[in-house]
Each structure stands twice: as C-alpha cells, then as structure tokens.
C-alpha cells in the first residue's frame, strides 16, 4: 500500500484540487505528473501550508465560528 494514501478515498480529488490552489498561491510551479525538477524546499512548502491551512480551519469549525 503506498504511504500516499487518503484516510477518506472520497477526499482524493478535493485534496489534489487543495494542493494545486496552494502550489498556485505559493508560486510554486506545480504539474500534474512528475514534479521532479521541483525542489525539496518547494514540495514541503506547499505541503506545510496545506497542513497549516488545514488546521486553522479544523480550529474556525470547533470554536463555531
């Protein structure tokens, strides 16, 4: 089984949706297919705020704002 999988498989298609709006915010030059011309610094970036941007929003919705 690849690490790369989604707890929730409904989510797969949202989340690629997420991750190329965030690559797109963060100028990063992100493909679909191979992104190996890409740096470390610029994958984690966009993977980090991801993340970042996951948890303010799981924080809005459980302070009920």
Avoid: C, H, W
């Avoid at 089984?1 to 915010?25: G, H, I």
């Avoid at 493909?31 to 980090?48: A, E, H, I, R």
């Amino acid at each position: 089984m690849s690490k790369n999988s989604t707890s929730v498989p409904e989510a797969r298609t949202a989340l690629d949706r997420f991750k190329y709006e965030v690559a797109n915010e963060l100028g990063v030059p992100l493909t679909d297919g191979y992104n190996g011309n890409l740096t470390s610094k610029q994958n984690g970036s966009v993977g980090g705020m991801m993340v970042k941007k996951m948890i303010a929003e799981q924080e809005r919705q459980m302070s009920g704002k």
